[in-house]
Every structure is written in structure tokens, then in C-alpha cells.
């Protein structure tokens, strides 16, 4: 039991002592439509000030060398958004204390595959006993750039998903390479609830739900007109009585 604890405190005086840096801990990336940070912790050190130096190479290219991202770092975080999205990579990052370094810490990053698709924007409106859904987006935003992320992935879909507000009613759902919906077979002054959400099966992603957002039906006019003519005009006894 006094195993652990003895070795930490031995480590730990081995570093303090010797003046070698530590390496950052639990490397990690943060990345939501393609807009990347990688965090990590900062190791135990007392002496002096730290910074940190974070290096990036391609694994499609296995003749590069690491490159800086960023150097002379005080925060534990670096944004890695400027890669190429269709690019793989080893990150790197080491801690740096007046001539002395850590050794590196280091994590894969794969920009399409490791991002979290979000939720895209979704407005419903009801109409003529319809609910008419339009969504948009995500995108990617880099610097003053603002792409669609549909337009990375290729295969895309938006998922619609809705039900009858309240109870524990079916969820229904309808996929559409479109960017609006229409929904209709609903039953008439009824509150529904809708979530949107992207799927992108070549790449087996599936993106983040937007809010849930409610509306009511109303009647459908054309439909009752529609059904009244069909009565009227296929009825010729009753017809016949108007005339
Ligand atoms: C750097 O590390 C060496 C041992 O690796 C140590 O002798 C030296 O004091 C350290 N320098 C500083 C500034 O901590
Ligand atoms: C740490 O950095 C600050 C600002 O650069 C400096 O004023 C301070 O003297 C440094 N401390 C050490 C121990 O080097
Ligand atoms: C990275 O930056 C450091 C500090 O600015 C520099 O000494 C080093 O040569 C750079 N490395 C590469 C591969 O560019």
C-alpha cells in the first residue's frame, strides 16, 4: 500500500530537486464543428515559470517533420483549428523551463472524425395544418471564414424527429438531404415537438440534437374544402335534391 505514495514522493523529489520538467498531463482535444483546442494539465513544478511548445506532424506524409503550432505558451490550452480538417496528425506538447524541457506529450488528431458535429439552427412554422421545418448548418468558422460543415462531410442528412407534446407518445422520424421539411399527416390543433439533428453515415457521425422546439397544428383548410367538394360533387341524389 506504501508502494505508491513512496514512489510519487520519490518522483516527485527527483524532479524538484533536479530541475527536470515534468510532462504535461492528459492531452486532449476539444473540438466542436471543427473548431479545435487542445488542453492539457499542467504538471507539478515549482521552480520558476513554465511555458509550453505544441508541434503538429502529418501521418499521410510519413517523410514530414513536427512543426510549431505555437511556442512559448502560458496557457495550457492551444487552438489547433488552423490544420487541415481532412488531415491526421500526431500533437505533440512539452512543458519549458528556462533551458530545460519536459519530454513530449503526445495525442492523434483526426479534425473530421474527432469533432462533435453541433446542433444546427431549426424554425418550425404551422401552416394549413402542416408544420413546415427549415434548418442550417452548422458551420465551421475559422477566422472570418463561415463554412457549412455539410459541405466537408459530403454525405449528409438532416434528421427530423417529432412527436406529440406531453405523455409518452412515439417519436417519428424523417431523414432529408434538404435543408426544410414539411410535415404533414398530423392530426389537427395538436402541439408537436421537434429536435433536428445531422447524420453522416460515411462517417458514422451523428451530430448533436437542436432544442426541442413546439408548435400547434391547425386545420387543414384545403383538405375540409377539398373533402366537402368530393361530397358534394359525388353525390348526385343529394345533388339532385339541390336542384
Ligand atoms: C536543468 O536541468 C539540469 C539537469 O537536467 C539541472 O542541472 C539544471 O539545474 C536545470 N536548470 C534549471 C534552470 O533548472
Ligand atoms: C516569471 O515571469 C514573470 C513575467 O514574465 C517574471 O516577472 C518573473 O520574474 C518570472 N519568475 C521566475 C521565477 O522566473
Ligand atoms: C519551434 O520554435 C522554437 C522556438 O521558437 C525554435 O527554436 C524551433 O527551431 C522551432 N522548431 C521548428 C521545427 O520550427
Redesign the pocket.
Known sequence: MAAAPRCALYSCLLLCVSGIVPKPQNPRIISVNLHSILRWDAPRFHKGNISY?V?SKSINFPGD????VS??LRLTECDVSSLSAYGDYVLQVRAESENNHSDWATIRFKPMDDTVIGPPDVKVKSESGSLHVDFLGPFAEHEHDKWPLKQYYGSWNYRILYWKKGGNTKVTHIDTKHNSEILSQLEPWTIYCIQVQAVVPEWNKVGELSEELCEQTTHNVFEQASQWFAVFCSAPTRRASFL
Open positions: 511548445t508541434q517533420m513536427y512543426e510549431n511556442t512559448n
